[in-house]
């Protein structure tokens, strides 16, 4: 009979590590950046609390328009930011600890009248991110091509306008050498009635109406008054009797 080795146990102990997985990462929402805080920075200043994943930061659109409009330096490099923990419960608490704190610790630091707007996002992953960003830079496209596309269309109409232009001057030019006289299309608008001239309108035709109606109640009377010929014409069998 051949050796077949040592019989397994039924029961045999379970694997202490089988089925651990290690902790969840959690990614932290900061609304407010100042200029001067960049990636690395950030990276620094969250460290201190636990393992760092990704960070990423990204200049608000509304902020752009905003530095268009006023020039101030105060407005320019203001962004957002997400930060991502490899344990979900260190983000947690650093949003609790964090939030509506000086970002600055150092008396000395620009930072120090700056305030942490941090938020923990409940359930939310780093590829809602990358799918946002995306999304986002789609529609820029889409919009950056509408605009170019209607840069393009009004390019192409004044163009276009510009050598009707000409063409009107050489035929004007032309009936003049030949002695003809030019005359210059007139353009007729119908302008809009003004409220005065819409109010005097429907009073007219108030009045109108009223007047239609006199009549009608008029002529109404006047049937009526004639009862008695009306019903020797609709019943003359009613008179033989």
Known sequence: MADVGPVPSPNPDPDPT?????PLPGVLYVGFLPPGLGPKQLRNMMSVFGEVGRV??????????????????????????WVEFQNKAI??????????????????????????????????????????????KLVRRQRMQAEVSQAKRE?????????????????QEMKRRNGQEWQEKSWHFKQRETEIE???????SRKRKAHELGK??????????????????????????
């Open 18 to 22: 089988a089925g651990f997985r290690g």
């Open 198 to 204: 819409i109010q005097a309108s429907k009073a007219a």
């Open 56 to 81: 990423f930061i990204q200049e608000r659109d509304q902020w752009r328009t905003w530095r268009k409009k006023k020039s101030r330096n105060r407005w320019k490099g203001q962004a957002e930011g």
């Open 216 to 241: 009608t109640a008029e002529i109404h009377d006047k049937s009526q008054s004639n009862v008695a010929l009306l019903a020797k014409i609709f019943n003359p069998s009613a008179e033989q009797d």
């Open 91 to 136: 983000a947690k608490r650093v949003a609790r600890s964090l939030h509506n704190t000086p970002i600055g610790t150092r008396k000395r630091s620009r930072f120090r009248d700056v305030l942490w707007n941090i938020k923990y996002l409940h359930r939310f992953k780093w590829i809602h991110l990358s799918e946002r960003l995306a999304y986002e």
């Open 155 to 171: 390019t192409n109409f004044f163009l276009q306008n510009v050598e009707k232009s000409k063409g009107l001057d050489k035929l």
